[in-house]
């Protein structure tokens, strides 16, 4: 298959969608972005690599995060884990609060923002230790032992996160929180913080489209079977709530982040990494989205 020439196309055809979307600014360290950039790295399980656009550009992860500390959960914690958090769409926004109340605190699953506190709460082991174990996970499987958190995304989040710090304490008031609010949230806005480029990102995902295995180092991230978990939840829950149109339009499990920067899995084959910062109605990248529409189109490697 001639990736190379396929993304070549797609950055053709998304190039009028670049600056429609709207960066997100609820974070102002992230409102400086700007919005004409994009990038797509497909990263293949045989060690290829092809890139379009801005390849070598940083950017915050944002929520994609997520699915690196539910990857160290699993394996800390395993089963119990979602004795804390379910496992279901949320058909609500990212950091809506209304569930959880009637839901006696427990989030619908470990991709919204209530489910990623709980996450971050379950593998709590100190502040600074907790953050060092996130990053050193983050460097081994993206093989990029430069990355880091930003901490100037990480204190803007944390000066304007008033709905998240709502969160974490409504949580703690049902027992879904063993550490203090303020300790927990600094590790959920650390990871949030984290900055990568697509080559990166999509390095760091393919070991879910590999069983688990890291296909550089031979490494076992994930056993089989919790792979195969990450990857439905990803299907399910992993777009917020336009995550119904994106397995419709693209049919890949996949996690966004309001960075602009949104990565999937062909299981088997390969990961594919894209970003633009200009963000649709629902917090996905709106060119991005469009960029996997149109991979899984002409690639033909939709997993259905
Ligand atoms: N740090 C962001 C927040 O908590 C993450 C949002 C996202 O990427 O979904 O609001």
Same mark, same amino acid.
């Given at each position: 298959?001639?990736?190379? @020439?396929?993304?070549?196309?797609?950055?053709?055809?998304?190039?009028?969608?670049?600056?429609?979307?709207?960066?997100?600014?609820?974070? *102002?360290? $992230?409102?400086?972005?700007?919005?004409?950039?994009?990038a797509m790295t497909?990263s293949?399980? /045989?060690?290829?690599e092809?890139c379009?656009?801005d390849v070598d550009d940083n950017f915050s992860i944002?929520?994609i995060s997520?699915?690196f500390?539910?990857?160290?959960?699993?394996?800390?914690?395993?089963?119990?884990?979602? @004795?804390?958090?379910?496992?279901?769409?949320?058909? /609500?926004?990212?950091?809506?609060?209304?569930?959880?109340?009637?839901?006696?605190?427990? *989030? !619908?699953?470990?991709?919204? /923002?209530?489910?990623?506190?709980?996450?971050?709460?379950?593998?709590?082991? #100190? !502040?600074?230790?907790?953050?060092?174990?996130?990053l050193?996970f983050v460097r081994e499987i993206s093989g990029n032992n430069t990355l880091s958190?930003?901490?100037?995304?990480?204190?803007?989040?944390?000066?304007?996160?008033?709905?998240? !710090?709502?969160?974490?304490?409504?949580? @703690?008031?049902?027992?879904?929180?063993? /550490?203090?609010?303020?300790?927990?949230?600094?590790?959920?806005?650390?990871?949030? +913080?984290i900055c990568m480029n697509t080559k990166d990102l999509a390095h760091s995902f393919l070991?879910?489209?590999?069983?688990?295995?890291?296909?550089k180092?031979?490494?076992?991230? $994930?056993?089989? !079977?919790?792979?195969?978990?990450?990857?439905?939840?990803?299907?399910?829950?992993? $777009?917020?709530?336009?995550?119904?149109?994106?397995?419709?339009?693209? #049919?890949?499990?996949?996690? +966004?982040g309001?960075g602009?920067g949104?990565v999937?899995?062909?299981?088997?084959?390969?990961s594919v990494a894209v970003w633009?910062?200009?963000?649709?109605?629902?917090?996905?990248?709106?060119? #991005?989205?469009?960029?996997?529409? $149109?991979?899984?189109?002409?690639?033909?490697?939709?997993?259905?």
């Open positions: 298959m001639d990736y190379q @020439k396929i993304i070549e196309k797609i950055y053709d055809e998304v190039k009028p969608l670049i600056e429609k979307g709207i960066v997100a600014d609820y974070i *102002p360290a $992230l409102a400086k972005t700007p919005a004409n950039k994009f497909v293949t399980v /045989n060690g290829e092809f379009v656009g944002q929520s997520k699915v500390t539910l990857t160290i959960a699993m394996n800390m914690i395993g089963d119990d884990l979602w @004795k804390r958090v379910g496992r279901e769409p949320s058909g /609500n926004s990212f950091n809506s609060l209304v569930q959880l109340e009637y839901e006696n605190g427990i *989030p !619908r699953n470990p991709f919204i /923002n209530a489910g990623a506190i709980v996450v971050s709460d379950a593998i709590f082991e #100190g !502040r600074g230790k907790t953050k060092n174990k996130i050193q958190f930003d901490e100037e995304v990480a204190e803007s989040e944390r000066i304007f996160g008033n709905k998240n !710090r709502a969160m974490a304490n409504f949580i @703690k008031s049902f027992n879904n929180l063993n /550490n203090l609010a303020d300790d927990v949230l600094d590790i959920y806005f650390h990871q949030c +913080s070991f879910l489209a590999n069983k688990g295995i890291n296909p180092t031979g490494d076992i991230i $994930l056993g089989t !079977r919790k792979t195969k978990r990450m990857n439905s939840l990803m299907l399910t829950c992993g $777009l917020y709530d336009a995550v119904g149109d994106f397995a419709y339009r693209v #049919g890949l499990p996949g996690k +966004s309001v602009g949104i999937a899995v062909v299981p088997g084959e390969l633009s910062p200009g963000l649709n109605k629902y917090g996905n990248s709106l060119a #991005g989205t469009k960029a996997l529409e $149109l991979f899984t189109t002409y690639a033909n490697n939709s997993i259905f």
